[in-house]
């Protein structure tokens, strides 16, 4: 059973970095592909990020590619989200997911079948 817990939020300025990390006390999300997404209030998730199970494969939405990087430690059950020049708009609270399939990436949140409880992320101005 996967179990997802992120860590690593807290208060930053713009431009400063954060890094987040999502570890399955479950031990089995080395079998599968993992996202990233963030939420703001009243809006849907919105995805971030994504890596393929051995981590060969990354993929990412516009709004962040090239300030932020997903990577990912089998050994240790944990996906990372090293995120760099955050900006007020990065501010939300942050997720990880778990695919619901080893073959489909979760670029989607349909795709994702268990949520961690979620970290928050302010950056202020």
């Known amino acids: 059973q996967v179990n997802l817990v992120e860590s690593g939020g807290g208060l930053v300025q713009a431009g400063d970095s954060l890094s987040l990390s999502c570890t399955d006390s479950?031990?089995?999300?080395?079998?599968?592909?993992m996202g990233w997404f963030r939420r703001t209030s009243g809006t849907q998730r919105q995805f971030l990020a994504a890596?393929?199970?051995?981590?060969?494969?990354?993929y990412y939405d516009d709004s962040v590619k090239g300030r932020f990087t997903i990577s990912r430690d089998n050994a240790k059950n944990t996906v990372y989200l090293q995120m760099n020049s955050l900006k007020p708009e990065d501010t939300a609270v942050y997720y990880c997911?778990?695919?619901?399939?080893?073959?489909?990436?979760?670029?989607?949140?349909?795709?994702?079948?268990?949520w961690g409880q979620g970290t928050q992320v302010s950056v202020s101005s």
């Open positions: 479950g031990r089995t999300i080395s079998s599968l592909p």
């Open positions: 890596i393929s199970v051995n981590g060969d494969y990354t």
């Open positions: 997911g778990a695919s619901s399939s080893r073959d489909l990436l979760p670029l989607y949140p349909t795709r994702v079948s268990t």
